[in-house]
């Protein structure tokens, strides 16, 4: 192999691979990155055996070849040097590198030895824009479970229907649940379950995206491959039947209040102040007096308390009901919109939040049992 880049192309490949590269592993060559020819390009790669990445630059390949190194040692050093050209050229099982007047050479392991990345090709496939995707993931990903108790809890509910996609997320204790447009309608209806962690480094991935992003599904419905430009995300799939979440969304209320959703997230974050020395709970309590308001309250024997008050426009009767802090500043801190609506039924049934202008978002949460 021989051939040159630029550093800040290396760099920044390096960079978005390297989220695949395994910290543990009983395997060493999974703490390499491959570095291989494919088109007249310099193609890296990294998997960690759940998820693996791919990054292609434009390079002058000279001469064609494929080696595994050290992904953190390549990237520390590759990182060091001064932008501009970078000559790669590959001896037995050593990579040679010079860039201006640095030079170095790494031992590394048969290209052979790095495991195959599945290639998922012909299979269902899919079309979304990145910023839809972006904003489902951001929606929903922060609601799987942490535990691996219930692996599929671990994971999103991917549902691929018409021209919608729909991902769900649920941990025992909330449920979030997003509809996003395709760009083409999907033939039949798929659903899979999609590892937490995989869409998180998606989510990194599509930030500098600004062309569709095509998601492919296997045949076996064991791997998702999504594929941008340039970069390539092939995922696992949790196996399993993900918990028949719409049975969990009230279908009615009692209450109803619309509050600034910026508010309620500043009285939201001063209360869980509080509320860290007393369970994390905090307390909401609507009123329709006085055009309609919501105390958000929070109290702990050791430390004290606190409320705050934030208008609202109420439907309905009182109502009261205590929340995990925690919860309510996660959903808060992902809507966009100006406004919410809270609605309640009874202080031991679950509360709904619904971005205002947009029907395509609803998240439950659970409620805490406190004494009034």
Request: with cysteine; aromatic share 6%; glycine share 6%.
């Amino acid at each position: 192999m021989r051939l040159s880049c630029l550093q800040e192309n290396l760099s920044k490949c390096l960079g978005i691979v390297g989220r695949a590269v395994a910290t543990r592993s009983t395997l060493p060559v999974t703490n390499n990155v491959l570095l291989a020819t494919e088109d007249s390009r310099l193609k890296l790669s990294a998997t960690n055996l759940e998820i693996a990445i791919s990054c292609w630059l434009g390079s002058m390949v000279e001469q064609e070849g494929a080696i595994t190194v050290p992904a953190r040692l390549l990237s520390e050093f590759v990182n060091s040097l001064p932008s501009e050209k970078i000559e790669l050229a590959l001896a037995d099982h050593t990579l040679e590198l010079k860039c201006a007047r640095f030079e170095a050479r790494i031992s590394g392991i048969d290209a052979e030895d790095f495991p195959a990345i599945p290639k998922i090709s012909g299979d269902v496939s899919y079309q979304i824009k990145p910023e839809d995707l972006r904003l489902a993931i951001n929606q929903v990903v922060f609601a799987t479970a942490s535990e691996d108790t219930r692996p599929v809890l671990t994971g999103v509910s991917a549902e691929f229907e018409e021209d919608t996609l729909t991902l769900a997320a649920a941990d025992g204790f909330r449920l979030a649940v997003h509809k996003a447009p395709l760009m083409s309608a999907a033939k039949g209806k798929v659903e899979v379950i999609i590892p937490g962690r995989a869409l998180s480094e998606l989510n990194r991935l599509l930030a500098d995206q600004k062309e569709p992003v095509e998601i492919a599904v296997g045949q076996n419905k064991s791997q998702v491959l999504f594929r941008m430009r340039d970069v390539e995300l092939v995922s696992q799939l949790i196996q399993g039947t993900f918990p028949n979440y719409r049975q969990l969304i009230p279908a009615s209320y009692s209450t109803r209040a619309v509050i600034s959703t910026v508010d309620f997230l500043r009285a939201t974050k001063s209360a869980s102040i509080f509320a860290r020395d007393g369970s994390g709970i905090v307390r909401l309590q609507v009123s329709p007096d006085d055009g309609g308001r919501v105390s958000v309250s929070a109290r702990s024997e050791q430390v004290g308390d606190n409320t705050g008050e934030i208008d609202a426009k109420v439907e309905g009767d009182a109502a009261k009901i205590a929340f995990n802090g925690k919860y309510l500043t996660d959903v808060l801190g992902v809507i966009h919109e100006g406004e919410m609506a809270l609605e309640t039924t009874t202080p031991s049934s679950p509360g709904v939040i619904r971005p205002m202008g947009a029907d395509n978002y609803i998240h439950i949460i659970m409620p805490m049992f406190v004494q009034w």
